[in-house]
């Protein structure tokens, strides 16, 4: 996709930027870090998000665990700015990409979901664990982190 001399901005979606986005942007951004890629910038953002909420707390836990933490600690609410600046937009679900795309249509060539990137063993939606156990998150991110590399394959 991208010449590794190209800086490319990648921005993940969920619903409210608590839980499974900002996971998949520090897992993403761990994987460019442990591969030395500098060229990618990441962030993530929320469909529906509550002003300052929070990273959850078993998120949190999760990437904890990874020796990780979140790029940012509370949640941000998507805005054209994120659109226009972003050249890969990964949404958690179909519905996502559907909903942003009916709201910004020149997210419509950008955008699509994250799981899609695994092509024929691919596709469907990453689990929302919001509400749930801390072993929940863990089961987020574990079916995240195969499409995350894949991407990053991708993008290298």
Known sequence: MADSRDHMDVLFVCTGNTCRSPMAAAWFQHLCVERGVEHIGIDSTGLATRPKDSVSTNARIVLEENGLIPMRLFSQLLTMKMIRRADLIL??????????????????????????????????????PYGGSVADYRTCLEMM????AALLDRLQ
């Open 91 to 128: 949404t958690m679900t179909g519905a996502h990409r559907e909903l942003l795309v009916s709201r910004y249509s020149i997210a419509e060539k950008k955008a699509r979901p994250l799981l899609s990137v695994l092509g024929r063993r691919g596709g469907g939606d990453v689990f929302d």
């Open 145 to 148: 982190k195969p499409a995350l």
